[in-house]
């Protein structure tokens, strides 16, 4: 194909392109983590189409590939190794803002006296969340990533210009496949261990509830933030429990590997 | 023979009694020690020091102490928060206590809490003194929000001398409860340690995990106590003032 003939290709591609990067940047996907996805159903797709054209049946060399593809075979095999998806070290890196949350949630300067992030006033009043874009997002407008981590529902504009952090990573909120195919994975954890405890009441997974309690309708949002501040600060701390043990375990004994985890839900009726 | 065996049997009470003595003693050398040692860096000196524990000794010291006067504008400014985080007046729509208007009008504002707990006080002067402590900060000119729900002492050397002797005799009072309690599990008070030894910078992740526990429990022990002293029922009956006290120690 001619240099021309790329070119009006390219446009084609743009194009059919656009709708996609428009649907990344609403679901939060940065442009490294859509340039690795692409990466990957590439050569995934292109061992495909080889094994398609090829007269005999086994399997295109990750070499071949790598012709066909431009990457290199190196990459080819850690790609092939797994599904088509985001490569896990662009996915760590995560949106930019991402650091921000992080810095609300870890740099003493932002945290109350309980260790958890404050609220902070937009920009008149040290510490702010202007300083703190700042400090860990140089280069970037603080205006700019307030915007963003709004519309993402991740930070609650409350009155007199003051900002409240609600999450800790990047995630857009509302409905999208992301959380809805978490939705999905929480509703089979929590299925599989009530039907577990069905089965085995020998040896049953922990599943219990508090008794509801009917409160004022007027009062929920003081419920709901307290039901968050305390579940989280315990979520957090048996995760570390948790994982210190899983460290101490592994080192002993090698053998079969469960994932283990706990999830809290509020009901509400 | 009886009479030798009475004999020995009191020998042995004897020297039962005298070692009990001699461990008791040490103990108490042990915690004078303790005291003396910390009152030594607020520079207090080994004379003084003597004085003062023989003038401490000679007479009945009283509940309503020394302690209670330097502490009495802290313990004000803690009840003040504590109506602002407990009395669902003084939250916002999220739940969490409300940013408070600095107008003079009646209703829900700062100057009215600062009216009821510092009566004799000036806002201004409230206002500087939860800024001091870092408990509230000022949103413009004529707001202002809570920052931190628990009055903090840290810098402030009388206070924390003040704040240390409370929690001596509160552990002291808890100890004395317990050695009285009969030998039932649940009969004593709650008194429990966890002791291991590590490094400098394990240690200082550990502060760092332990703090929202530690708040969290001290919030939720508050609110217990808060609603269950405000429930009707409750008021008129004799009150003494009880409660929880977490702390972190490196030895």
């Known amino acids: 194909m001619g240099r021309n003939g790329k070119a009006a290709l390219a446009r084609a591609a743009m194009s059919a392109v656009e709708p996609l990067v428009e649907l990344f940047l609403e679901l939060g996907v940065t442009s490294p983590e859509a340039e690795s996805l692409l990466r990957s159903v590439f050569v995934h797709k292109a061992r495909q189409w080889l094994a398609n054209s090829s007269a005999t049946t086994a399997d295109p060399s990750d070499v071949r590939v790598s012709l066909v593809t431009g990457v290199h075979r190196n990459f080819v095999r850690r790609i092939l190794a797994e599904p088509p998806g985001i490569a896990a070290a662009r996915e760590q890196k995560g949106h930019p803002a991402g650091r921000v949350l992080e810095a609300w949630h870890s740099d003493p300067k932002y945290l109350d006296s309980s260790g958890k992030p404050r609220d902070l006033s937009e920009k008149d009043q040290?510490?702010?969340?202007?300083?703190?874009?700042?400090?860990?997002?140089?280069?970037?407008?603080?205006?700019?990533?307030?915007?963003?981590?709004?519309?993402?529902?991740?930070?609650?504009?409350?009155s007199e210009h003051r900002l409240r952090v609600r999450n800790r990573s990047f995630r857009m909120q509302g409905i999208n496949p992301g959380n809805i195919n978490e939705m999905g994975a929480q509703a089979r954890e929590l299925l599989e261990t009530l039907t577990h405890n069905l089965r085995r009441p020998d040896a049953p997974r922990f599943c219990d509830s508090t008794r509801s309690i009917e409160i004022d309708a007027g009062r929920l949002p003081i419920i709901r933030d307290l039901i968050a501040r305390r579940t989280g600060t315990f979520l957090t701390a048996i995760e570390q429990e948790l994982t210190m043990l899983a460290g101490s375990v592994r080192s002993r004994r090698a053998g079969k590997r469960i994932r283990v985890g706990l999830t809290a839900v509020e009901t509400e009726r | 023979m009886t009479r030798r065996m009475t004999t020995r049997r009191s020998r042995l009470a004897v020297t039962a009694k005298s070692s009990d003595r001699i461990v008791l003693e040490a103990l108490a050398t042990e915690l004078l020690g303790a005291c003396i040692a910390t009152l030594k860096t607020h520079g207090l000196s080994a004379g003084k020091l003597v004085e003062l524990a023989a003038r401490a000794s000679a007479k009945q010291t009283s509940r309503k102490s020394a302690f209670s006067s330097v502490l009495a504008e802290a313990e004000c400014l803690a009840n003040l928060l504590n109506k602002w985080m407990e009395n669902p007046k003084y939250r916002d729509a999220t739940g969490r206590p409300a940013v408070l208007s600095l107008g003079k009008g009646a209703g829900r504002s700062f100057t009215a809490l600062a009216r009821e707990f510092f009566p004799a006080w000036s806002v201004v002067d409230v206002l500087a003194f939860g800024?001091?402590?870092?408990?509230?900060?000022?949103?413009?000119?004529?707001?202002?929000?809570?920052?931190?729900?628990?009055?903090?002492?840290?810098?402030?050397?009388?206070?924390?001398?003040?704040?240390?002797?409370?929690?001596?005799?509160?552990?002291?009072?808890?100890?004395?409860?317990?050695?009285?309690?009969?030998?039932?599990?649940?009969?004593?008070?709650?008194?429990?340690?966890?002791?291991?030894?590590?490094?400098?910078?394990?240690?200082?992740?550990?502060?760092?995990?332990?703090?929202?526990?530690?708040?969290?429990?001290?919030?939720?022990?508050?609110?217990?106590?808060?609603?269950?002293?405000?429930?009707?029922?409750?008021?008129?009956?004799?009150?003494?003032?009880?409660?929880?006290?977490?702390?972190?120690?490196?030895?």
Do not use: C, Y
Request: overall charge positive.
């Open chain 1, 126 to 158: 040290e510490p702010s969340f202007h300083t703190l874009v700042l400090e860990h997002l140089p280069g970037a407008s603080p205006g700019m990533v307030l915007a963003e981590l709004h519309r993402a529902g991740l930070v609650q504009l409350l």
């Open chain 2, 131 to 251: 800024a001091k402590t870092r408990v509230i900060e000022r949103i413009g000119r004529d707001k202002v929000a809570m920052i931190n729900s628990t009055v903090l002492f840290t810098g402030n050397a009388p206070l924390i001398l003040a704040h240390l002797v409370r929690s001596v005799r509160r552990l002291l009072g808890t100890g004395n409860f317990n050695r009285r309690a009969g030998s039932e599990l649940l009969e004593g008070l709650p008194d429990r340690t966890s002791i291991v030894a590590v490094s400098d910078e394990e240690f200082r992740e550990f502060v760092k995990f332990i703090r929202p526990q530690v708040s969290d429990w001290i919030e939720m022990s508050n609110r217990w106590l808060f609603q269950r002293s405000q429930s009707t029922k409750n008021k008129a009956r004799n009150k003494r003032e009880a409660g929880l006290q977490i702390f972190v120690f490196r030895d």
